[in-house]
C-alpha cells in the first residue's frame, strides 16, 4: 500500500512515483493490474489530485504504467522493455555521489555491497 | 480568477490593501494567515458580499466586482452570518438550486445517502461534524468553479474530516474547478493544496508551490561557537526558533554551494529537519524574524 511520509524533504509525487514502483517489485503490483484512478488515489490518500496526477504521469513516461481511455490505468509489462540508458546514466551518477559521502563517513565499499544485497533481498526482486 | 491592487476598508480602517493574486483552474489553494489577518474579509470581498475601494477582481478578462451574475461561479458561505441556521435541510436544498444553476441535485442526493444526512432536517439541531459535512455536500453540488471555503474542517472530529476533505478531493480532482481554502489546520492543509498563500499586513506576503518547495527549501537546525547569526545565514534564511546558540533556520533557496558555504563557518551542529507548512507559518507569521531579531 502506498504511503506518503510528510516529514521527507522529498516532493509527495517523487514519494509516490517510488512507492508504486516499490509495489511493482514486490509482487503488491504485477503486470496488467489496474490502478486507481487519480480522483480515487487522491481520495484515498487524502492528497492533492495534481500531485498524484504528476505521479502517473512520471510513470506513464518511464512506460511503468499505461492508460487506456475509458477503461483505466495499468501496470505495463516491462521485462520486454530495452533497458533506458539515459536513467541508467542518471542512476550512476547518483550511485557516485552515495559513494562520495560514504566514503567521508569511512564506510568500506564492502559494507555498501551487503548492504544493496540486503535491500535487494528484501524487496523480493531480481536485479541481474 | 485574478485580483489586482484589491483594497478593502471598513469604518476608514484599511483591512486589506494592495491583494494581488491568481488561482488557475484546477488549483486548490490554502490561504494562511493570523487570526484577524483579513482572511474572511478577502473572501466576502471576492464573493461580491462588499463593494472594493480599489483594484479589481476578474475572471477570464471580465470583471467579476462588477457584474452579479459571475456570482452563480463562486460558492461561499459566510461562517459569521451564517444564515443556514435558520433552515431545514430541504429549504436550503431549493436556495441552491436557485442561487446555482449548474446545482447538481443527483450528486447532492447520492452524496447525502451515502454519509447517511437525512434530507429534511433543521440545520441548527444537527451536530457540528454533520454541519461541516453537509457544507461541504452544498459546495461540491453547487458545481460552482471557484469554491471559497472558510474553516472546512474546524471543530471536525477525525472520521468526519476525513470524509469531508475525501469529498473535496474526489470531487475537485481533474476538474477545471478551483478551491481557496481558509484552514488553521495546517497539517490537513499541506498533503491537498497546491499552494499556499500567506496573508499578512493586510496582503498577500508569499506565495509558495508546496511541491518545489519541499524541492528547494530546507529546515535546519544550526550551533555555531558564537552567539551572534552569522550574516550568512541572515542573507539566506528566516528563522524559525532560536534558543541560545540553537538556531532552526529556513532557507527557501538552498543548494549545494549554500551547503558548503555553511560548513566554511564551521558549525558546532548542523542537521537537517523535515520542513512543514507549520515552519512556514512561523517563519512568515511571527515576529521573530532575522531581520528584525
Known amino acids: ?128 | 480568477m485574478k485580483l489586482e491592487h484589491v483594497t478593502k476598508l471598513i469604518d476608514q480602517q484599511t483591512i486589506l490593501e494592495d491583494v494581488n493574486f491568481a488561482l488557475g483552474r484546477g488549483e486548490i489553494v490554502g490561504l494562511i494567515g493570523r487570526n484577524g489577518s483579513g482572511k474572511t474579509t478577502l473572501f466576502r470581498t471576492i464573493a461580491g458580499h462588499y463593494l472594493l475601494d480599489d483594484g479589481e477582481i476578474s475572471v477570464d478578462d471580465q470583471r467579476i466586482d462588477l457584474y452579479p451574475e459571475f456570482k452563480e461561479q463562486i460558492f461561499y458561505i459566510d461562517e459569521k452570518e451564517n444564515f443556514l441556521n435558520a433552515y431545514s435541510l430541504k429549504k436550503i436544498n431549493q436556495f441552491y438550486r436557485l442561487a446555482y444553476p449548474r446545482f447538481d441535485q443527483d450528486l447532492y442526493l447520492e452524496t447525502m445517502h451515502a454519509h447517511g444526512l437525512p434530507l429534511n432536517h433543521a440545520y441548527r439541531r444537527m451536530s457540528k461534524g454533520m454541519q461541516g459535512l453537509y457544507k461541504m455536500i452544498l459546495a461540491i453540488a453547487s458545481n460552482a468553479t471557484f469554491l471559497l471555503l472558510d474553516e472546512p474542517f474546524d471543530g471536525l472530529d477525525v472520521i468526519v474530516r476525513k470524509k469531508v476533505v475525501g469529498l473535496l478531493l474526489e470531487n475537485l480532482g481533474e476538474t477545471q474547478r478551483t478551491a481557496l481554502i481558509a484552514s488553521h489546520n495546517l497539517n490537513e492543509l499541506e498533503t491537498i493544496i497546491d499552494r499556499a498563500l500567506l496573508i499578512k499586513g493586510k496582503t498577500i506576503e508569499a506565495d509558495y508551490r508546496l511541491e518545489s518547495l519541499r524541492e528547494h527549501a530546507r529546515k535546519i537546525q544550526l550551533v555555531f561557537r558564537s552567539k551572534q547569526v552569522p550574516p550568512l545565514i541572515k542573507q539566506h534564511a528566516k528563522l524559525i526558533h532560536r534558543q541560545g546558540r540553537v538556531l532552526v533556520a529556513l532557507f527557501e533557496h538552498y543548494d549545494q554551494t549554500l551547503a558548503d558555504d555553511i560548513r566554511r563557518l564551521e558549525p558546532l551542529l548542523f542537521e537537517e529537519l523535515p520542513l512543514t507548512l507549520e515552519d512556514l507559518f512561523e517563519a512568515n507569521l511571527s515576529r521573530e524574524t532575522l531581520m528584525k531579531g
Open chain 1, 1 to 128: 500500500m502506498v504511503s506518503i511520509n510528510k516529514t521527507s524533504s522529498k516532493p509527495y509525487y517523487e514519494q509516490l512515483v517510488l512507492s508504486l514502483k516499490e509495489d511493482i517489485i514486490n509482487g503488491i503490483l504485477v503486470a496488467g493490474d489496474q490502478i486507481p484512478s487519480v480522483r480515487e488515489m487522491a481520495k484515498t490518500l487524502l492528497m492533492n489530485p495534481n500531485t498524484v496526477s504528476k505521479a502517473y504521469k512520471v510513470l506513464e513516461t518511464e512506460q511503468i504504467l499505461v492508460t487506456i481511455k475509458g477503461k483505466g490505468t495499468f501496470v505495463q509489462e516491462t521485462d520486454r522493455l530495452p533497458r533506458d540508458e539515459l536513467r541508467i546514466q542518471q542512476l550512476r551518477e547518483r550511485l557516485k555521489e552515495l559513494v562520495i559521502e560514504a566514503t567521508h563517513l569511512h564506510l568500506s565499499i564492502q559494507e555498501i555491497t551487503e548492504w544493496l544485497a540486503a535491500f535487494e533481498n528484501e524487496l523480493g526482486g531480481d536485479l541481474k
